[in-house]
């Protein structure tokens, strides 16, 4: 039997990110080869990993990105089961890696994103791996996407939150796409503007109106058009261009960057929030 070194341990511990003592028992279990006590760990991530399949991996961290030439953006959420796994430097550190890799590869879906190559394997493999690591269930469970001649990202202190916002020029103040994007990760519109909102959250919305007018005692056939009438207030309250600009709340945020340039506009947007 190899002697097992502790230099060797943590070596394998450096390359693997797996704790001190399963490091040892994993060398020692395949008499001091690296490849095959690595291989050793993986098969316990993976067993970890199906052992905790029925687990809920809510917490997290949700990270935006943008690439190099400041035209494409990424959204990604690492699952974890708990907060302190997610504040974890490292967890984030593996958030921020595969945001990387998504930008890297011009991922167009998540499971294009699992596919793809990260250090020696696959990022769907490394999740596995982490499981393992770390001892609870892993989920690598969004991926959102944006292109535009300009495109800005936003993560909100404690990684529970980002957004991304698209624009249609680049030459313009730096400023104004943070505020916009801001806005976003404030306000949480539905869509760009009221041509953008799908049908369904506007039968719903009307729905809704309907039942508070007729609780309000009035006929359906008026409430109807009381509900109609609401609708107008939440274009104004939730879609990004009708919103009312947090800086300055005598401006929309259409007149905002109208403001700045007339023939500036959004081209979409994407957010994700965590447990916020």
């Known amino acids: 039997m190899a002697e097992i070194k502790a230099a060797d341990v943590a070596k394998l511990r450096k390359m693997t990110g797996a704790g001190m003592m399963d490091c040892k028992a994993a060398l020692a279990e395949s008499n001091g080869d690296f490849d095959e006590a690595i291989d050793i ?8 990993a199906a052992k905790r399949a029925d687990r809920d991996a809510t917490e997290g961290a949700v990270i935006a990105k943008v690439s190099a030439d400041g035209k494409n953006g990424v959204l990604i959420v690492l699952n974890s089961e708990t ?41 769907e493999d490394e999740v596995t791996n982490q499981t393992g690591v770390i001892g609870e269930k892993i989920d ?12 800005i990202a936003y993560i909100h202190p404690g990684n529970k939150l980002a957004a991304l916002v698209a624009f249609n020029k680049a030459d313009f103040d730096e400023q104004v796409a943070k505020d916009v994007v801001m806005q976003v990760a404030a306000m949480n519109p539905v869509s760009l503007d009221e041509n953008d909102v799908p049908q369904e959250i506007i039968d ?4 809704i109106g309907t ?27 939730s879609t990004l261009y009708n919103q009312q600009f947090v800086k300055d709340n005598k401006l929309t945020i259409k007149e905002y960057i109208k403001s700045i340039d007339k023939n500036l506009e959004i081209t ?3 957010r994700f929030t965590l447990n916020v």
């Open 211 to 237: 039942e508070l007018a007729i609780n309000e005692g009035k006929p359906r056939d008026m409430a109807e058009k009381i509900a109609k009438g609401r609708l107008q207030k939440f274009f104004k309250e």
């Open 268 to 270: 979409g947007f994407r």
């Open 204 to 207: 719903k919305e009307i729905e």
């Open 83 to 123: 907060d302190f796994v997610a504040k974890n430097d490292d967890f984030v550190k593996f958030a921020h890696d595969i945001a990387n890799t998504a930008l890297a590869v011009n991922a167009d879906s998540l499971e294009s994103l699992k596919a793809a190559a990260y250090k020696n394997d696959t990022i």
């Open 41 to 48: 760990l993986r098969k316990k991530g993976q067993k970890v």
């Open 140 to 151: 690598l469970s969004v991926l959102l996407t944006i292109k535009g001649e300009k495109v």
